[in-house]
């Protein structure tokens, strides 16, 4: 019996196993969060990471100038204010013929 488990036990190993690595092994990037605000002047990059299997939820990564990273409360009212502001179309530059805007 034993040598019978030892054949078929590897044929299901696949199938349990994406070869890609177990799902549970990837973790959100996130372990704490802060809803202290940090001045848009200090930011160098924004991460908006959307809930997926990596994750079950939306998380957020400033990192600053300095490099620093700070892992921001997806619920903080300034950072939505903040993400929203990025989001607008910024106005153009461009002079306009023959009448101001």
Not at 76 to 95: D, E, F, G, H
Request: include cysteine.
């Amino acid at each position: 019996h034993l040598l019978l488990l030892y054949v078929i036990f590897p044929v299901f190993i696949p199938a349990a196993f994406p070869m890609n690595g177990c799902a549970a092994c990837q973790k959100c990037r996130c372990i704490r969060t802060s809803s202290a605000f940090i001045s848009p002047r200090l930011f160098h990059r924004i991460e908006i990471l959307p809930p997926g299997a990596h994750c079950r939820q939306t998380e957020i990564i400033v990192t600053k100038k300095d490099k620093a990273t700070v892992c921001v409360t997806p619920d903080a009212r300034w950072i939505n204010k903040v993400i929203v502001k990025l989001q607008r179309p910024s106005l153009s530059t461009v002079p306009t013929r023959g009448r101001e805007v």
